[in-house]
């Protein structure tokens, strides 16, 4: 989006100058000193290296320097070694949140952000970000992707890897590729044509590889035609031999199943230490089967992620020098990720103005601020819209009516109403228990929800989990007590019995079965400020498929109570006739949005869509907070007053809404995804493997393009939000020709002529009326958010290369001469300014 860089490929994108690639380079696997360290190794010491030494980290080698390496989940946040409570992790806004801001700074930021947070904790790899592409809104991780376009993922991700490594830690841009769904996503097989797949799904990955230089990829689970990811050998082609690729490609975990992943460019599997590679693979290279110049070049690689990463004696590293302070960055990076769809004028809100604000919705307390699955991390705290809002309303009366239940299963116990039974601290006392019943194991914890992946837990090792504390309930009633996870638990009340349950993984993929497990309750009566001795014992399912041995996952807790609905309707409305404002916040929950499984429909859960209708009859001057990941079905929206789209707003959520909604700060987000009204609109929505095969017919048509195709209506197009202010766009002006290896200069005058300064982006889309190949009736060329004072205006300009116009053919990018219209405007469907170049041979 600046100058253009071309390279020997024929680079998509124009540089963005997002940052140094020098420094973060800055070893190369043609290092003698590392060619040195690989001819000192055996060969049994070179294999070891290639399989982890546990879940999170690489195999350590004094005898040349080497330390381990530890490896980290997640692209929102850095979890560290442990998923625990007593070592908090930022919570930063979700990958939706962060690509609807449209702003390559604003992205590269939040890599600088994860680098400090990975460093805090030891981490030397960051395992993100997650760039696969929103083809289908059923995608189980589409909250963690960016976007259904190429260009736009490729932008935000080459400035997220620029950001994490440039302060010293490596990044891993995943999962390459093709891997847009998660149902059967272990096996399935991507059918795709090589036309998509450099068009669009490798098109997302080749900025982050060809400019930012990233120091890793993540290879996919799934098969692309044919062939699983982590022996295909797209994996050679392009992504080394055309994108000079000279980092590590690090399996996902348990991706690599094979010794034939070793003859491909695999270099790494994850986790150990045991893998299909071990022993295995030395008598492979002893037979000649797999030549130990593979294994060399593999091992040469590693030692270069470890030489740029300071895990190398000898070679330094990079520490963190931009410096993000966290908590107020996730706070800032929702509000400029929040896309404000709809507003009939009652946003912003004046908050004096206001004597009384009716909260409505479930997740206006229990909000959501990340997605469920490998991405998930634990914050120190949480703002909960309610808890923004009364703070950003104090001369107000705010209420709060959970209007409908959407939490589904148990959720935590609240850490004020516990008390250790050992300590006499607030928590939990949990003791491991062998198979004959003696204690192994014995940790105090400030949660009652429990993940062993990795760390000193002896998982492998368990009999009986147990898990003791004094609960003090802090309302009177029945209540439903439970847990969540895949095995039989008991529970024991004041030393009596309540229940034991045994719960069965809902099919057999580990995301769902270990991360969002089924659940089971049973009801309880309590009286508030009255401890309850509680006693859980839980006993492991034995692990089998494609599963973790050392993994497991346990909650217990409370059930949600849904036995009177209507109730809890009627009285949100009531409650919204007598306010001022409504600020009525809907959304998913984590058995609608997670890694492991696809969602059946956009519709919201429980019965959301009648709490809208009512409020909104009772009250229309309501303010719709929509806390999903990806899009939902809004069928009531054109009722509400305004309709504000806030994603997985991270730990600030709170905070930041009260912000956007009082105007200290402006909705800054553009649509990355279009937005569909009902489910059966969409064009392209399968996600379920047929025969083990998902079949990617749709071609280049995915996202706008196939509902410009389709000549369907989106309840909001790709690109479109609002903010707070008015802007024109005139003078536009574009280069008269373009060659291949050049660039098109595209400048459009903007000018902010509204009451209050904003933010605006500039859109550029391409077309051709008559092509000798089937094309987009538009595709996005390029991008650049502006922010203006009142009355002031600016020149922007958007530089698109010579690419952007090219398509793939024959194996090749083929320049197809003659005209080509390039239209400015604010969304794919607002595009008043159009003017024409030719591509010239």
Do not use: C
């Amino acid at each position: 989006m600046a100058e253009d860089t071309t390279t020997p490929t024929d680079s998509l994108h124009s540089s963005d100058d997002t940052g140094s690639a020098d420094r973060t380079q800055m070893v190369s696997p043609t290092d003698p000193r590392l060619l040195g360290l690989v001819d000192r190794l055996s060969l049994e010491q070179k294999v070891q290296l290639l399989t982890g030494r546990d879940f999170w980290t690489s195999w350590p080698i004094e005898d040349i320097g080497l330390r381990r390496m530890l490896f980290s989940d997640g692209p929102s946040g850095v979890r560290g070694e442990t998923w625990d409570e007593r070592s908090p992790s930022l919570n930063l806004p979700s990958g939706t949140a962060l690509s609807a801001a449209w702003d390559t700074s604003i992205a590269r930021r939040y890599g600088h952000a994860s680098a400090v947070e990975a460093r805090r904790k030891g981490v030397d790899v960051v395992l993100g970000p997650t760039i696969n592409l929103h083809r289908s809104p059923l995608g189980g991780r589409h909250f963690e992707g960016f976007s259904e376009d190429p260009l736009l993922t490729a932008d935000l991700a080459a400035a997220y890897v620029t950001g994490v490594q440039e302060n010293g830690v490596g990044a891993t841009p995943k999962h390459y590729v093709a891997n847009d769904f998660e149902t059967e996503r272990f096996t399935a097989d991507v059918v795709v044509s090589d036309r998509a797949l450099r068009e669009l799904y490798l098109a997302a990955f080749e900025k982050s590889v060809v400019e930012a230089r990233a120091w890793l990829v993540m290879s996919a689970y799934n098969s692309i035609n044919g062939t699983t990811a982590s022996e295909n050998d797209l994996l050679e082609t392009p992504l080394n031999s055309e994108w000079g690729f000279d980092g590590v490609v690090i399996s996902d975990w348990t991706g690599v199943r094979s010794v034939d992943s070793a003859k491909a460019s695999q270099d790494m599997a994850m986790p150990g230490p045991v893998g299909a590679w071990g022993d295995a693979l030395v008598t492979a290279v002893q037979s000649g089967e797999v030549p130990e110049a593979a294994i060399d070049r593999k091992v040469l690689r590693i030692l270069t992620l470890a030489a740029r990463v300071g895990a190398l004696d000898g070679f330094d590293g990079v520490e963190p020098v931009f410096i993000e302070d966290g908590v107020a960055f996730a706070r800032e990076a929702e509000s400029a990720g929040a896309v404000l769809v709809a507003n009939d004028g009652i946003l912003p809100v004046e908050a004096s103005s206001v004597r009384r604000v009716a909260v409505i919705g479930d997740n206006a307390d229990r909000a959501r601020t990340q997605g469920g699955g490998s991405a998930t991390v634990v914050p120190e705290s949480v703002v909960s819209p309610i808890e923004g809002i009364r703070e950003a309303f104090p001369d107000a009366e705010v209420t709060w009516s959970v209007g409908a239940v959407v939490q589904e299963g148990v959720a935590e116990i609240p850490l004020s109403e516990l008390t250790n039974p050992v300590t006499g601290d607030a928590g939990v006392h949990v003791s491991f228990l062998d198979t004959h019943g003696a204690e192994i194991f014995t940790e105090e914890r400030r949660a009652t929800s429990f993940v062993y992946i990795g760390g000193d837990a002896p998982v492998t090792s368990l009999g009986e989990f147990v898990a003791t504390t004094t609960w003090t309930p802090s309302t009177t009633g029945r209540v439903r007590l439970g847990f969540a996870s895949i095995g039989e638990a008991t529970f024991v009340v004041d030393g009596d019995e309540l229940f034991t349950a045994t719960v069965e993984a809902e099919g057999d993929e580990l995301g769902a079965a270990l991360l969002a497990p089924p659940s089971e309750s049973h009801a309880l009566d309590v009286e508030a400020g009255r401890p309850v001795d509680l006693t859980v014992r839980f006993r492991k399912a034995k692990a089998s498929g494609e599963s973790f041995d050392g993994a497991m996952m346990f909650t217990f807790g409370l059930d949600a109570d849904d036995s009177d609905p209507q109730a809890l309707i009627d009285s949100a409305a009531a409650e919204a006739a007598e306010a001022d404002l409504v600020v009525m916040v809907v959304g998913t929950n984590s058995k609608v949005e997670s890694e492991g499984f696809d969602r059946a429909s956009l519709a919201l859960p429980g019965r959301q869509d009648d709490l809208a209708r009512a409020v909104l009859a009772a009250n229309p001057r309501t303010v719709a907070v929509v806390n999903a990941g990806s899009p939902v079905e809004l069928p009531w929206r054109d009722d509400a007053a305004a309709v504000l789209l806030t994603w997985f707003g991270g730990q600030e959520y709170g905070h930041a809404l009260a912000d956007l909604l009082t105007g200290v700060t402006e909705p800054g987000g553009r649509l990355p995804t279009t937005w569909p009204a009902a489910t059966d609109d969409v064009p392209v929505i399968d996600v379920t493997p047929r025969n083990g095969v998902v079949r990617y017919d749709e071609g280049i048509h995915i996202g706008y393009r196939a509902w410009l195709r389709a000549g369907a209506a989106p309840a909001w197009q790709f690109g479109h939000g609002l903010g707070y202010t008015t802007w024109q766009q005139s003078d536009l002006v574009v280069s008269d020709t373009v060659s291949e290896g050049g660039a098109v200069t595209v400048a459009v005058d903007v000018a902010n002529t509204g009451a209050r300064a904003g933010k605006h982006v500039v859109q550029v889309y391409a077309s051709r009326a008559v092509s000798v190949v089937d094309r987009p009736a538009l595709w996005l060329v390029g991008f650049a958010p502006v922010s203006l004072e009142v009355g002031t205006s600016s020149t922007v300009e958007v530089t698109v290369p010579a690419r952007a116009f090219a398509d793939w053919r024959d194996g090749a990018w083929a320049h197809e001469p003659g005209e080509f219209t390039l239209h400015v405007g604010t969304s794919v469907a607002e595009l008043p300014l159009t003017a024409t170049t030719k591509f010239v041979s």
